[in-house]
Nanobody, 121 residues
Framework: QVQLVESGGGLVQAGGSLKLSCAAS????????MGWYRQTPGKQRELVAA???????NYADSVKGRFTISRDNAKNTVYLQMNSLKPEDTAVYYC???????????????WGQGTQVTVSS
């Protein structure tokens, strides 16, 4: 059983900062890509940022220069540092990870439960 547990969401004023964390636990052999997505009511979930196991990163255009994704492989944890937050960043943020649970297994896609980020103007 694998779980992704997010923390760090909350309410912040525009221009402020928040740092999200997501820790993977359970039976884990290897974690490949990890990422953060966000979703607002009535819209599709969208990629915010992703990071490979080697540390290569990818960002949505709307967050480039403001958000930074990082990971600690020893802790099976991915982070999202969000600076210069805007009201349009308000959403539920979801952690995602591509996890191999044992050396005979293929990769599976896991999601966290989501954490609310609200940016007031």
């Amino acid at each position: 059983q694998v779980q992704l547990v997010e923390s760090g969401g909350g309410l912040v004023q525009a221009g402020g900062s928040l740092k999200l964390s997501c820790a993977a636990s359970g039976t884990i052999f290897m974690i490949n890509a990890m990422g953060w997505y966000r979703q607002t009511p009535g819209k599709q979930r969208e990629l915010v940022a992703a990071i490979s196991s080697a540390g290569r990163t990818n960002y949505a255009d709307s967050v480039k220069g403001r958000f930074t994704i990082s990971r600690d492989n020893a802790k099976n944890t991915v982070y999202l540092q969000m600076n210069s937050l805007k009201p349009e960043d308000t959403a539920v943020y979801y952690c995602n990870a591509d996890i191999v649970i044992d050396y005979l297994s293929r990769e599976y896609d896991y999601w966290g439960q989501g954490t609310q980020v609200t940016v007031s103007s």
